[in-house]
Nanobody, 121 residues
Framework: VQLVESGGGSVQVGGSLRLSCVAS????????LGWFRQAPGKEREGLAG???????TYVLSTQGRFSVSQDNARNMMYLQMNSLKREDTAMYYC?????????????????WGQGTQVTVS
């Protein structure tokens, strides 16, 4: 499966962005999906993971500011980010994985998008 992120950009502190990820094939009940980010010189950090089955179970690393959702009919996943801070500046990636679900662990994912840059200033 191929993944393409969009929605990044430059935003002021306190602003919001919604990132989108579209998959090239149906992810329903096949893949788990996740959002990660990586700032220069730092490790890739897990932000959210969501199951694509009917439960839609999700995990967030940051409660309150970020939320994750999906639209299985459109093979889409979203990351809504509010109250953005300078430290949120990073490249943001979506990922898909099969098998055991490690929602915030990069090693739980097999497929990655190219990323979308988010800059908060």
């Amino acid at each position: 499966v191929q993944l393409v992120e969009s929605g990044g950009g430059s935003v002021q502190v306190g602003g919001s962005l919604r990132l989108s990820c579209v998959a090239s094939a149906s992810t329903y009940n096949t893949y788990c999906l996740g959002w990660f980010r990586q700032a220069p010189g730092k490790e890739r950090e897990g932000l959210a993971g969501i199951e694509t089955n009917d439960t839609g179970t999700y995990v967030l690393s940051t409660q309150g500011r970020f939320s994750v959702s999906q639209d299985n009919a459109r093979n889409m996943m979203y990351l809504q980010m509010n109250s953005l801070k300078r430290e949120d500046t990073a490249m943001y990636y979506c990922a898909a994985g099969v098998g055991s679900w490690w929602p915030l662990n990069r090693y739980g994912y097999n497929y990655w998008g190219q990323g979308t840059q988010v800059t908060v200033s």
